[in-house]
């Protein structure tokens, strides 16, 4: 199934990482150039590296000059993790091209890549929490606070694999095709953030 491989990929990823730790550790994509392993390994490299950017950007006693170095950073990443999720867009558009769309298909409300963009997060927010229900240095009822959050967190994986995995079949069957709009991130653009074209006058 397209989820289970996913979320086997997404766990890899994450365990890839945290044998270093570390933000700066270079991505080694096991997978073949091309692939679409390939693509939601780097995909969730992206969102592992950024997800422990956010933690220490919110170190209160951080220095200002890091703090702002590594806004940089997640700025870049999060136009890095849209440039993912639409070369995996690409590649299933690529891959259905062919297939005979029924004359009263729907379009869905998300494409399948910004799905598995959630289902890549969903994976860090699972190991996460599940990390927190096993640390000592804190009372039960925080382990168990977060054994709560975790159960929530899993029953949603579930849910969105299924979701995601029923949104496929139709594409497959021609019940629904895909539509995609490139994000067009303004705050990014030169020529379209008003901060930084004011400067060019």
Known sequence: MFTENANRIFNRVIEDYHRYDNVDQPIENPFEPGTLDHLLYHKNWIDTVQWHLEDIIRNPEIDPMEALKIK??????NQDRTDMVEYVDSYLLDKYKDVK????????????????DRLSILALKIYHMAEETKR???DEAHR????????????????????????IEDIEAGRKYM????Q?????????????YAKKK
């Open 101 to 116: 769309v029924a004359p009263d298909a729907r379009v869905n409300t998300e494409t399948p890549a910004w799905a598995i």
């Open 184 to 196: 067009m991130k303004m705050y990014n653009d030169p020529a379209l953030n008003p901060v930084l």
């Open 72 to 77: 940089r950073r997640i700025d870049k990443s």
């Open 136 to 138: 000592k240095d804190v």
């Open 144 to 167: 168990a606070a977060c054994q709560k959050k975790l159960d929530v967190l899993l029953t949603q994986q579930v849910d969105l694999s299924r979701s995601i995995e029923e949104l």
């Open 179 to 182: 539509k995609t709009y490139k």
